[in-house]
Each structure stands twice: as C-alpha cells, then as structure tokens.
C-alpha cells in the first residue's frame, strides 16, 4: 500500500510514537504544487477559454493583446499564469528527472539546463508583459 | 503479462498518475513556446505571421489536444488535492477518475467543435 506510507504533512501522527517529520523544501515544494494547482485552474482555464473558445484563435491579434493590455488587470492576470504555470512546471518537471535520469551528474546538468530556460522565459515573458507599450 | 511488482498495479492510479505527467510536461512545452510567440509582439508582423500558422487546422487540431491535456490536468489535480486533504476521499479514487476523465473529455468534445467549426465552415 504505497498510498499509506507516504508521509504528507496533513496526515495526523501519533507524537508518543513518531516524530513529526521537520518541515523540508520537499515539504513546501508539495504543498506549493497544491496551492499553485488550485489558481492555476481557475487561470489557465478562464486564459485559454478567452483566447481560444469565446474569440476564435485568428482573432487575437496584436490589436486584440494591445486592447486587454491596455487595462493593468489583465497584465497582472497574464503575468501571474507566466510566473505561477512556469513555477508549477518547473517543479513538475524536477519530479520528471528525478524520477527518470539515474546519474547524479546527467539529473545535475538536465537540471541546471531546466533551470536557466525557464529563468531566462520568465525574464522575456515578464519584459513582454510589463514594457509593452501597444497602441489601440 | 510481466511477474515484476509496479507501484500500482496497472490500476487506475497508475494511469491517472502517467496521464498526469504526459499533460504536464506536454503542457510546459506549450508555454514555453507560447512566451517566444507572444514576446514578438513588438514586432507586429513577425507576430502576424507566426500567429496565421496558429488558425490553420493542424494547430486547431493540436490546440484541441492542448485543451484535452489542461482540462485533465486541471481536474484530476483537484482529484489528487482532495485524496491529499480529505482522508475519506481516496475510497472513492477510482469513481472520481472516471468522473474527472468523462468530464474533460466531455470539455473537450465541445470546445474541440468550437475550435474546429471555422475551418469546417470555410472562415479559415
């Protein structure tokens, strides 16, 4: 029964028997996931049903991203799904080669690889958003 | 079949889990891709002429392959919180994979339509 022996920080324990366990990064990488999982639905999916569903996909332009930019709201919407989905995907993606690459010095360079693309994304995305200076 | 033991035993856990993974990564692909195509949007004609390739019918296709893998993404990771934080829940796993699966196949069936409809009606 994997199910049961995972120790998740909610799982109540008896302190006579067993220590509870210090809080660690891997800790509060399960309970980001969770919490950013939580918006990220409501995010992803309000983005993709307004670009995708209620305009079709050839009408959104640079007029039409110039015009939802043009209200700071909709920055902050789009800037919170780039750094929150580029957050959760990362860390997704940590699981995947941890899981997968054997060798510490293979998980090391795939990770730092990782790492630095989607650092450098969130610094593109982020000037994207924030300096755009569209004209209606 | 394989006389190996796997964690889960080829049940629905199992698929839940790997379905997960693939959305997932499939998923982060997409936005990396998608922070490339939108920074061009200071340069108003490379941004055109990348996002016309979006309106033809592969990329309609693969955007509703893109929809598949958020909707499922989204619901079974609600699934996943509720067996998480409510201790009952993880009873009533298998039910509420089929539950979250139906439904975002379901979502995809008609926002697919949605997304297909220009190309079938000639708009595009």
Redesign the interface.
Same mark, same amino acid.
């Given at each position: 029964m994997?199910?049961r022996e995972r120790s /998740?920080p909610?799982q109540r324990r008896n302190s006579t028997t067993m220590k509870r366990s210090k809080a660690n990064f891997e800790t509060w990488s399960w309970f980001f996931m969770?919490i950013s +999982?939580?918006i990220? /639905?409501f995010l992803? =999916?309000i983005h /993709?049903s307004i670009t995708?569903?209620f305009n079709? &996909? *050839?009408t959104? *332009? &640079?007029a039409f &991203?110039a015009k939802r930019w043009a209200n700071p709201l909709w920055r902050v919407f789009d800037w919170l799904l780039?750094a929150l989905?580029?957050m959760h995907?990362?860390n +997704?993606?940590r699981f995947?080669m941890d899981d997968y690459i054997r060798t510490p010095r293979r998980r090391a360079f795939a990770k730092a690889f990782m790492y630095s693309?989607s650092a450098a =994304?969130f610094v &593109?995305?982020t000037?994207?958003i924030v300096t755009?200076k +569209?004209t209606l | 079949m394989s006389t190996r033991p796997t964690i889960y035993k080829g049940k629905t856990g199992q698929w839940a889990f790997v379905l997960h993974r693939i959305s997932g990564f499939l998923i982060l692909m997409f936005i990396l891709l998608h922070i490339i195509d939108i920074s061009t949007i200071n340069f108003p004609s490379v941004y055109a002429s990348i996002h016309r390739l979006y309106g033809n019918v592969f990329m309609r296709t693969f955007e509703v392959g893109l929809l598949f893998g958020l909707t499922y993404h989204a619901l079974n990771g609600l699934r996943v919180i509720m067996i998480d934080f409510f201790p009952g829940v993880i009873k009533n796993e298998k039910r509420l994979f089929v539950a979250m699966f139906s439904l975002s196949l379901l979502l995809t069936v008609v926002g697919g339509v949605i997304i297909l409809k220009p190309f079938f009606t000639g708009r595009v």
């Amino acid at each position: 029964m994997a199910l049961r022996e995972r120790s /998740f920080p909610s799982q109540r324990r008896n302190s006579t028997t067993m220590k509870r366990s210090k809080a660690n990064f891997e800790t509060w990488s399960w309970f980001f996931m969770r919490i950013s +999982g939580l918006i990220l /639905f409501f995010l992803a =999916l309000i983005h /993709f049903s307004i670009t995708h569903i209620f305009n079709d &996909v *050839t009408t959104t *332009t &640079v007029a039409f &991203v110039a015009k939802r930019w043009a209200n700071p709201l909709w920055r902050v919407f789009d800037w919170l799904l780039l750094a929150l989905g580029l957050m959760h995907g990362s860390n +997704g993606l940590r699981f995947i080669m941890d899981d997968y690459i054997r060798t510490p010095r293979r998980r090391a360079f795939a990770k730092a690889f990782m790492y630095s693309l989607s650092a450098a =994304l969130f610094v &593109v995305g982020t000037i994207t958003i924030v300096t755009y200076k +569209g004209t209606l | 079949m394989s006389t190996r033991p796997t964690i889960y035993k080829g049940k629905t856990g199992q698929w839940a889990f790997v379905l997960h993974r693939i959305s997932g990564f499939l998923i982060l692909m997409f936005i990396l891709l998608h922070i490339i195509d939108i920074s061009t949007i200071n340069f108003p004609s490379v941004y055109a002429s990348i996002h016309r390739l979006y309106g033809n019918v592969f990329m309609r296709t693969f955007e509703v392959g893109l929809l598949f893998g958020l909707t499922y993404h989204a619901l079974n990771g609600l699934r996943v919180i509720m067996i998480d934080f409510f201790p009952g829940v993880i009873k009533n796993e298998k039910r509420l994979f089929v539950a979250m699966f139906s439904l975002s196949l379901l979502l995809t069936v008609v926002g697919g339509v949605i997304i297909l409809k220009p190309f079938f009606t000639g708009r595009v």
